[in-house]
């Protein structure tokens, strides 16, 4: 079965920290690896995507890193604050279907 | 504007009865999809939908029954509901196939079976 196993399940982060969160994917078919946010109360919205053939795309404090040959991406949070604090998916779509992973509960201690 | 709403946001009922939830996207997209999203958070994808046409349905039970009128709008009808629907049930949008990744979710429909 298609898999996207997501790590840590929660992460707390002090303030100006940084926060990191792990995925490992093992099909090589999929052609994009995002990661949502989602807010208490709120549906998940897409925060960062990288393409397989980049291995690292930074958008503000948001930053993906990409490792083809070990399977994995991860998303760094630098400076990470308390507005940070929400759930974050990692996913990989393949076709019309998108596999999230688990979920990480980040909180962010002012 | 809101690019994709889904109504009810909150759905209170007892078990055996039917409801629907309705979802509408003003984005023009051409996919669809309801996710089911359980205490623990998880995502799951139940139905994708590409301009009106089933294209995945995750072994749904039959209880779940998708209807998309046209491109914009997918609504999702439950039969007999069981306590185990009890859930938050999204849906999505997105352009398409090769833009699946770039999915605009609603805000949710919080379904308690009692």
């Known amino acids: 079965q298609q898999q996207v196993k997501q790590s840590p399940q929660s992460l707390i982060v002090q303030k100006g920290g940084i926060s990191i969160i792990n995925c490992a994917y093992e099909?090589?078919?999929?052609?994009?690896f995002p990661w949502y946010q989602q807010f208490p109360g709120k549906g998940p919205a897409l925060l960062i995507a990288i393409r397989p053939d980049v291995s690292e795309k930074k958008e503000g404090r948001f930053t993906i890193s990409f490792n083809k040959s070990a399977k994995q991406f991860s998303l760094h949070i630098m400076d990470s604050q308390p507005g940070d604090s929400a759930t974050y998916f990692c996913?990989?779509?393949?076709?019309?279907?998108?596999?999230f992973g688990a979920g990480t509960r980040l909180f962010v201690k002012a | 504007d809101t690019a994709v709403s889904q109504t009810p946001k909150y759905l209170v009922t007892q078990m055996g009865n039917d409801k629907s939830i309705k979802c509408e996207q003003n984005?023009?997209?051409?996919?669809m999809y309801w996710y089911k999203q359980d205490s623990k958070k998880f995502l799951k994808i139940m139905f994708s939908y590409n301009n009106k046409e089933l294209i995945i349905n995750e072994t749904v039970p039959n209880r779940f029954s998708p209807k998309s009128p046209d491109k914009a709008h997918l609504n999702l009808h439950i039969n007999s509901l069981e306590l185990g629907d009890s859930a938050v049930y999204f849906c999505?949008?997105?352009?398409?196939?090769?833009?699946?990744?770039?999915?605009?979710f609603g805000p949710g429909t919080r379904l308690t079976v009692t």
């Open positions: 996913a990989a779509p393949l076709g019309f279907k998108t596999i």
């Open positions: 984005l023009g997209h051409d996919t």
């Open positions: 099909n090589t078919a999929f052609d994009y």
């Open positions: 999505a949008s997105s352009p398409g196939q090769g833009n699946s990744y770039e999915q605009y």
